[in-house]
């Protein structure tokens, strides 16, 4: 599975930006996309996760309400909408998809990642 992750830039709080993580290869293998971000400094963090064929979602307290993911079945696209955007938001974001097992917030339950695009959120 290759993942291709883009869509990051540059916004000012309260702005709106929507990354996409498009998949190929053995799609059919996988269980969940998850999406992770890490900030300069700190370790890499959950924010969300969208399983591949029933599209449930869950999603980090810290972007609950202002971030949303959904899957283009089509396309074989993930996308992350993010909205009323906070400086504390601003990292690298990641896409993950895991083949093993249905993961969720755990990173090491993902087996293959994209790489990264960065987001910022001026205030």
């Known amino acids: 599975v290759q993942l291709q992750a883009s869509g990051g830039g540059l916004v000012q709080a309260g702005g709106s930006l929507r990354l996409s993580c498009a998949a190929s290869g053995r799609t059919f293998d996988i269980y969940t996309i998850g999406w992770f971000r890490q900030a300069p400094g700190k370790e890499r963090e959950f924010v969300a996760y969208?399983?591949?064929?029933?599209?449930?979602?869950q999603y980090a307290d810290s972007v609950k309400g202002r971030f949303t993911s959904s899957r283009d079945y089509a396309k074989n696209t993930v996308y992350l909408q993010m909205n009323s955007l906070k400086p504390e938001d601003t990292a690298v974001y990641y896409c993950?998809?895991?083949?093993?097992?249905?993961?969720?917030?755990?990173?090491?339950?993902?087996?293959?990642w994209g790489r990264g695009t960065q987001v910022t959120v001026s205030s």
């Open positions: 969208i399983t591949w064929t029933s599209s449930i979602t």
């Open positions: 993950a998809a895991a083949v093993r097992l249905l993961a969720g917030v755990r990173d090491y339950d993902y087996d293959y």
